[in-house]
């Protein structure tokens, strides 16, 4: 094992120098919150931020602390706070690592300044924003499932069936097994957290529930942003329910996966549906949906309520701002408190913190899985079905990492790209109120050729807010944020059609490539930018801010086209501004050609049978939706393949 890298002190105080220079203690303002008072080391970020570098894969530790040395070398530390500004902006321009380096420094220490709570659970950097924090402590709630203790030896087990990952795919894939009688065994490479373990705190979700800590990004810097944890995706996800559209089913139907346009898959989608207790009676619009709605209606544009997977008698629009970092009411109903608990209870066995290396075959056909727990537990299951479920961006680098899948294995991966606009309101906004997506707005869902994109709103997360802001200095970034009380933001996704990649480093951990390059999609990217300037000036914001790189904002009066023009004008890549992913897919897909498709139209591999994909990555293209109920229901439709299989 390698030594964790220390750094010596005077790499300690440029550290220390640079946190302060992208959060400076700023004199002269009228500062009730002491917002401007306060720099970041005073709330120990530089520290954190030493510790978290330090637990990132070595070569991006040592490139991020290297820079510390360069700017050493110029006395960083002791120069003024505009030379500092300046010392950073001249360090970004050496070269593209460099810039994405200095980028790193200034989203990181944003995150940590207005995300990290004190010891009191809370941080001083809220009073600015309004910001209550969490509402109170975690419930005493009793968790249903006990996981097989682990012991850092070894761990054999046999099964009937061995499903790897427990999120939307793989929960309902164990369930629909075990209820059938198999033997499951469910591997899950994340923690069990559920209602007693979620404390409402942005930095506790990231650290426990979220794939890398929440900091995942393509090679290019789209932000990755996926659960990891029991229930994946379903336990931090914002609980929108909706059905694919009928084009894009259709479009499935014909590329060999039978009855997925007709009442065969309207059957999965209703029992998922049923199951995890979808409903509209719990969508209060927040302000943000509010603004969301009144700008769309104002405009002429569709805007539905959306069905949520949600349990009304302990649904809490109050604390519902806050499901996606767990929801301490357990209203949720993800995998966590609905299939999972059912495989549970029908017999299935759950190893945690495991994190299967690869599958095992024997004549070709699948054998088992070979796995190794956080505790360093060697756990081998012997099992003649495995299901891969380990989401799009793990699962095709387990197939990499067991010789399987084809040449299709890893290519195909589609993200939804994401974008995001707020505007300035005159009235206080409360994001963190209510339902993140409660409504939703279809209007260009069919832009051009099946392709388009769904406008929808966002959890309110203080730091990852802080962090995406433009930063172009300490002070501008600090008046920006005395504007975020009355701040909405709207996000687009966009229907892909071009693609990325997922491939294995030397060490076999999952590398992610994706670009939005296809001219479609950029076409799509700039209408979707212009349509949530439109809704925000509709609905009546009285400034309009891009999240690009350079501040970029438009005030009541001044030119709306031309602003949409110059937003238009930046390129789609996180170089301009901030691209996100939710909603990762594609990556080991169902089709007829085992060239271009990992599995066959029922989900088992081409080249290994009993061996299934059960996740988003099955899927032949982007849905253009939110996609956790399709992931659930063609989960569903491969479990009952691998049933009728017998
Ligand atoms: C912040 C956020 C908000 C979202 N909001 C919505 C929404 O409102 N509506 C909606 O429809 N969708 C939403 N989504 C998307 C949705 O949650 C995902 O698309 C869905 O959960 C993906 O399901 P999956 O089964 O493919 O993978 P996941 O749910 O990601 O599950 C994969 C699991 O496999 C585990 N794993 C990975 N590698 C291994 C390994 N080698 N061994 C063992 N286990 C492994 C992971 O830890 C993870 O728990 C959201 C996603 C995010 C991140």
Redesign the pocket.
């Known amino acids: 094992m390698t030594e964790p890298i220390e750094l010596n002190e005077t790499q300690r105080e440029t550290l220390r120098a640079v946190c302060d220079t992208i959060v400076p203690r700023v004199d002269g303002e009228d500062d009730p919150h002491g917002h401007w008072a306060r720099a970041a080391s005073d709330g120990g970020v530089d520290r954190a931020l030493e510790l978290l570098i330090a637990g990132l894969p070595e070569e991006l530790a040592v490139g991020l602390f290297f820079l510390l040395e360069v700017l050493a070398a110029q006395s960083f530390a002791a120069a003024s706070q505009e030379e500092r500004e300046r010392q950073l902006a001249g360090l970004a321009e050496l070269s593209p690592d460099a810039a994405l380096g200095v980028q790193a420094y200034r989203q990181l220490t944003l995150l940590l300044h207005y995300g990290m709570p004190d010891g009191s659970g809370r941080s001083p950097a809220w009073a600015v924003l309004g910001y209550p924090g969490p509402l109170g402590t975690p419930p005493d709630e009793p968790k249903v499932i006990r996981p097989l203790a682990t012991s850092g030896g070894e761990l054999a087990l046999e099964a009937d069936a061995c499903v790897?990952?427990?999120?939307?795919?793989?929960?309902v894939v164990a369930a629909t097994l075990a209820e059938a009688g198999m033997r499951v065994v469910v591997?899950?490479?994340?923690g069990y957290f559920d209602q007693p373990d979620f404390d409402q705190l942005e930095m506790t979700a990231m650290r426990n529930l979220?794939?890398r800590g929440g900091l995942a990004t393509s090679v290019e810097g789209v932000a990755l942003?996926?659960?990891?944890?029991?229930?994946?995706?379903?336990t931090?996800?914002?609980?929108?329910?909706?059905r694919p559209n009928d084009r894009v089913r259709a479009d499935w139907a014909g590329a060999g996966l039978e009855g997925l346009d007709g009442a065969d898959f309207d059957a999965h989608l209703d029992a998922v549906l049923t199951r995890i207790s979808a409903t509209d009676r719990c969508s209060d619009l927040n302000d943000p949906n509010r603004r969301l709605q009144e700008g769309c209606e104002s405009l002429g544009w569709s805007f539905e309520r959306a069905f949520r997977n949600t349990d009304p008698a302990t649904y809490d629009p109050a604390s519902a701002g806050y499901l996606?970092f767990g929801d301490a009411t357990g209203s949720k109903q993800g995998t966590l408190k609905t299939y999972l608990a059912d495989a549970y209870e029908h017999g299935a066995r759950f190893v945690v913190r495991?994190?299967?290396?690869r599958v095992l075959t024997r004549d070709g056909r699948a054998a088992g899985v070979e796995?190794t727990c956080a505790d360093g537990t060697r756990v081998t299951v012997r099992a003649p079905r495995v299901v891969v479920?380990?989401?799009?961006?793990?699962?095709p680098?387990?197939l990499l990492r067991s010789g399987l899948g084809g040449p299709a294995a890893g290519r195909g991966l589609r993200i939804h790209p994401v974008a995001a606009v707020y505007g300035v309101y005159d009235s206080e906004q409360r994001a963190w109120w209510g339902a993140?997506?409660t409504g939703i707005c279809d209007e260009f869902s069919n832009a051009e050729d099946g392709h388009g994109f769904l406008v929808e709103c966002v959890?309110y997360a203080p730091g990852l807010i802080a962090s995406s802001l433009p930063w172009r200095s300490g002070r501008q970034h600090k008046e920006a944020m005395t504007q975020l009380r009355y701040a909405s933001t709207l996000i687009f996704l966009i229907r892909d059609r071009g693609e990325g990649r997922v491939t294995v480093d030397a060490a076999g951990e999952a590398v992610h490539s994706y670009r939005v390059e296809d001219e479609l999609d950029r076409r799509n990217f700039r209408r979707g930018l212009a349509a949530l300037v439109r809704i925000h000036e509709a609905a009546g914001a009285r400034q309009i801010h891009a999240l690009s790189r350079t501040p970029m904002a438009w005030r009541r009066g001044e030119d709306l086209d031309a602003f949409i023009g110059d937003l238009q004008a930046l390129p789609a890549t996180p170089e301009a501004m901030p691209v996100f992913s939710?909603?990762?897919?594609g990556s080991c897909r169902m089709g007829t050609d085992p060239s271009t498709s990992v599995a066959g139209p029922w989900g088992e591999l081409h080249d290994c049978p009993g061996v299934w994909i059960?996740?988003?990555?099955a899927f032949p293209s982007a849905t253009g939706?939110?996609?956790?109920?399709t992931?659930m229901a063609l989960?569903r439709r491969t479990a009952f393949a691998i049933r009728a299989r017998g």
């Open positions: 790897v990952g427990s999120g939307a795919g793989g929960g591997l899950e490479a994340g979220f794939y942003l996926a659960g990891s944890c029991l229930g994946g995706g379903t931090v996800n914002w609980t929108n329910c909706v996606g495991c994190r299967a290396d796995a479920a380990a989401g799009a961006l793990e699962s680098a387990l993140p997506q959890q939710a909603h990762q897919t059960g996740d988003g990555s939706i939110n996609p956790m109920v992931i989960a």
